[in-house]
């Protein structure tokens, strides 16, 4: 159950309803003058850096230790400088002088120990990214402006998860971090701090000029809750957002218009039917998972669903040119092939053309979120697809996702960075993001043995041998990477391709100190 929960605050962006007042805390409102961006973003229940992973607020009002440059490597933030002591295995972070939260209060090496110990001693705390951090054996405050980390064991990614955005202590010492009202009246030290949460309608960011970087060009940003990917794109057209993630239907319509600037992110974005490995179906039927793929023409739903703005997906290191390994079974589209196997395994097509074994029909059942459009389309012709080849995978169009009781959902997850980050809580048997309750020992050992290696030619094998133990026995049925399709009205400049995106195309607004309105 806490997993579950977990993920629902981690992932799912809902559309639930949650009590929300005008931020209280910066005590400021919105600018109605200067330069404002709006933008058309999904809804959100909290705004808190470890309970939001996959969203664009949580990013530009905190900050981290660390942050991720164009190419997705992890460079200081709030840390001025560090050192790495590999035989103590243990950092040492210099903090930037002069830091403040959104408060006016100072940042200090108290408010980093509060938070790393938030995340590694908090039974309380249901996050999906806990398991990043399990290494962590001590926080010590040296002074105001130095902290050190010391590890139980490598965790060769640990840079890459000390991006986490810190948690101010003076506010949240002593609150319970899951209902505090701070996840409604966030308090950072980033880019921009919030002004105002309209429930359901919009939040309003201003720019925090006394931030330590380079403070941002754009004064306001207002994020208009628009979850609905149809609305998004007539909201474009309209003038009533300035930018939005569109799906590639919806993004074709923009291009070579004049007024309009479309911008195609690579992502490390994927698709996948991802099955719940509690539920009775796959508990029996496991072995026709690595089967699935090579009933499914991927080819044509990156074609149709995406406009060919995709690729077609085999593994979830796919996108990562360092790590991925191109070698692994593909699972290509080969019906023939696929009637093949899952005749050896005793299934006989029925007078339907469903197969069949010991009375019970090859039949189960898919959820997708109904303002998704994008992943409904994706799983009405994988459905299609199925049926063709025997299937019978039935469709389930949902407001929200009802963990108990789904067979398999369309997921959508992605590793942009280190390749620890996207896979060892997915995948790892038993880790805090592992949702799907997924278990493999072989797995479980190449995940262990990369994360623990500092050596990169030992961690590229040990990941090449994670990829064929994952292909040969997957959690998911891959589908497809999409592409992140920006689309901006022409005075909107400084968006910046360079970085491969995450989840849900998230992570446009990583230099948004650069861009300007015209």
Not at 492 to 497: A, E, K, N, V, Y
């Amino acid at each position: 159950m806490k997993i579950l929960k977990a993920w629902a605050y981690g992932l799912m962006m809902v559309l639930a309803c949650v009590c929300i007042a005008g931020c209280g805390n910066t005590g400021s409102t919105a600018s109605t003058s200067g330069k404002t961006l709006t933008y058309a973003s999904p809804d959100y229940t909290t705004i808190n850096s470890i309970l939001n992973t996959h969203d664009e607020l949580p990013d530009i009002i905190f900050s981290g230790l660390m942050t991720y440059d164009a190419k997705g490597n992890p460079i200081p933030d709030l840390a001025a400088s560090y050192k790495f002591d590999p035989a103590s295995l243990t950092y040492t972070f210099h903090l930037r002088d002069n830091v403040k939260w959104h408060d006016g209060q100072p940042f200090t090496a108290a408010d980093v120990k509060f938070t790393l110990d938030t995340l590694t001693h908090n039974k309380d705390l249901e996050a999906a990214i806990t398991d990043n951090y399990k290494e962590i054996q001590e926080v010590t405050v040296v002074d105001d402006h130095t902290v050190t980390i010391t590890l139980s064991r490598p965790n060769a990614a640990m840079l890459n998860y000390l991006t986490i955005g810190i948690l101010p202590k003076h506010l949240l010492e002593g609150k319970d971090i899951m209902t505090d009202s701070f996840n409604q009246h966030p308090v950072g030290t980033g880019r921009y701090k919030l002004v105002s949460w309209d429930k359901g309608q919009s939040i309003t960011v201003e720019k925090n000029k006394d931030f330590y970087g380079t403070v941002p060009k754009i004064d306001t940003i207002i994020f208009k809750i628009i979850p609905d990917e149809n609305a998004k794109a007539a909201q474009v057209k309209s003038g009533g957002v300035d930018l939005a993630w569109l799906n590639a239907q919806n993004a074709a319509s923009f291009r070579g218009n004049a007024a309009f600037t479309v911008y195609d992110f690579k992502t490390a974005d994927y698709r996948a039917i991802a099955p719940n490995f509690q539920s009775s179906f796959w508990q029996q039927h496991k072995e026709i998972i690595p089967l699935l793929g090579y009933a499914l023409d991927k080819k044509a739903i990156v074609q149709s669903v995406l406009n060919g703005q995709g690729d077609v997906a085999y593994s979830p290191l796919q996108m990562n040119s360092a790590y991925n390994d191109s070698e692994v079974e593909h699972r290509e589209y080969d019906p023939a092939l696929f009637a093949q196997k899952i005749e050896a395994l005793g299934w006989k097509r029925g007078d339907d053309g469903i197969y069949a074994k010991d009375g019970e029909r090859l039949a189960f059942s898919v959820d997708t979120r109904e303002y998704e459009e994008e992943r409904v389309d994706i799983a009405k012709i994988a459905s299609s697809q199925f049926k063709q080849a025997g299937v019978d995978m039935q469709v389930h169009i949902v407001p929200k996702l009802n963990w108990k009781t789904l067979e398999s959902f369309l997921i959508g997850d992605a590793a942009p960075f280190d390749p620890d980050n996207g896979t060892y809580d997915l995948f790892y048997t038993g880790a805090s993001g592992n949702y799907t309750h997924y278990t493999n020992p072989a797995v479980d050992r190449y995940l262990a043995q990369a994360r623990a290696s500092y050596d990169p030619a030992q961690r590229k094998d040990a990941y090449d041998q994670f990829q064929k133990a994952w292909a040969a026995d997957p959690a998911f049925i891959m589908i497809a990477y999409l592409d992140g399709n920006y689309v901006c009205a022409k005075k909107i400049t400084g968006l910046s391709t360079d970085r491969i995106l995450g989840h849900h195309a998230v992570g446009v607004m990583w230099n948004v100190e650069d861009w300007d309105i015209q």
